[in-house]
């Protein structure tokens, strides 16, 4: 997100090296993004379906409130989840195979175009069961077209300009966490460690305990003494 600050700001008319100006604003996004609380609750996430259903594009705000339904419950990255199509959905589980990226195009106005793309890591390819809250939600999730979530072109969408909504919206909320807190809930729950890396698609168990997060409420139960 900082970096893409800085790309909508920066002026080479101003003499600046774009490195020095670009690593101000992801230094001071760093900073902000610690200080943040990075777990979602259940209701932290319908406060942000919420704003979504009262301020996003009309054609696709029910394609980015599913997109985040599967990331709650699975865990997905944002790259993973937004790259679906329906035939990814087979037997009761999400069939990970590839990953949605962007690239530059055009001359004089430049724009970013989806592209799909080979998964970052084998580990990332990978089957994840489908909860059964998820999977009611998704039988009654219903748009045209083989992708799971098209814009309201029918194409694609261009991840960092979801994300960007929710920065320009103020609200404190960006879609990696939703990754952070299926990890810290898996870790939390006891589960295997085997079990959490096939799951997140880490490589190892380490990348896993990484991405959990605790806060306040954690910190306290755990000193409890029953």
Same mark, same amino acid.
């Given at each position: 997100?900082?970096?893409?600050?800085?790309?909508?700001?920066?002026? +080479?008319?101003? $003499?600046?090296?774009?490195s020095t100006f670009a690593s101000y604003y992801i230094?001071?996004?760093?900073?902000?993004?610690?200080?943040?609380?990075?777990?979602?609750?259940?209701? =932290?996430?319908?406060?942000?379906?919420?704003?979504?259903?009262?301020?996003?594009?009309?054609?696709?705000? =029910?394609?980015?409130?599913?997109?985040?339904?599967?990331?709650? +419950?699975?865990?997905?990255?944002?790259?993973?989840?937004?790259?679906? %199509?329906?035939?990814?959905? !087979?037997? $009761? @589980?999400?069939?990970?195979?590839?990953?949605?990226?962007?690239?530059?195009? $055009?001359?004089?106005?430049?724009?970013?175009?989806?592209?799909?793309? *080979?998964?970052?890591?084998?580990?990332?390819?990978?089957?994840?069961?489908?909860?059964?809250?998820?999977?009611?939600?998704? =039988?009654? +999730?219903? !748009?045209?077209?083989?992708?799971?979530?098209? %814009?309201?072109?029918? %194409? @694609?969408?261009?991840?960092?300009? !979801?994300?960007?909504?929710?920065?320009?919206? *103020?609200?404190?909320?960006?879609?990696?966490?939703?990754?952070?807190?299926?990890?810290?809930?898996?870790?939390?729950?006891? !589960?295997?460690?085997?079990?959490?890396?096939?799951?997140?698609?880490?490589?190892?168990?380490?990348?896993?305990?990484? @991405?959990?997060?605790s806060n306040k409420d954690l910190k306290k139960n755990a000193l409890e003494i029953e």
């Amino acid at each position: 997100i900082g970096l893409i600050k800085a790309v909508e700001r920066f002026d +080479y008319k101003k $003499g600046y090296k774009f490195s020095t100006f670009a690593s101000y604003y992801i230094k001071s996004q760093i900073i902000k993004e610690s200080k943040r609380e990075v777990l979602v609750t259940r209701e =932290k996430l319908d406060s942000i379906e919420k704003a979504i259903e009262e301020k996003y594009n009309p054609k696709e705000r =029910k394609q980015v409130i599913m997109a985040l339904e599967v990331m709650w +419950y699975c865990g997905l990255r944002p790259c993973e989840c937004f790259a679906l %199509n329906k035939s990814d959905i !087979v037997d $009761g @589980y999400i069939d990970i195979n590839k990953e949605l990226g962007s690239s530059l195009v $055009g001359k004089g106005e430049i724009s970013r175009q989806p592209i799909i793309r *080979k998964c970052k890591t084998e580990a990332s390819v990978r089957k994840v069961p489908i909860p059964t809250k998820l999977n009611t939600l998704l =039988k009654s +999730y219903k !748009v045209s077209g083989e992708k799971l979530f098209p %814009n309201k072109d029918g %194409n @694609y969408f261009v991840i960092n300009q !979801v994300g960007c909504w929710f920065n320009h919206q *103020k609200l404190e909320f960006n879609m990696y966490q939703l990754r952070h807190t299926v990890a810290t809930r898996l870790v939390t729950n006891g !589960v295997d460690q085997r079990t959490i890396i096939e799951i997140l698609g880490h490589e190892n168990f380490d990348m896993s305990i990484y @991405y959990a997060r605790s806060n306040k409420d954690l910190k306290k139960n755990a000193l409890e003494i029953e």
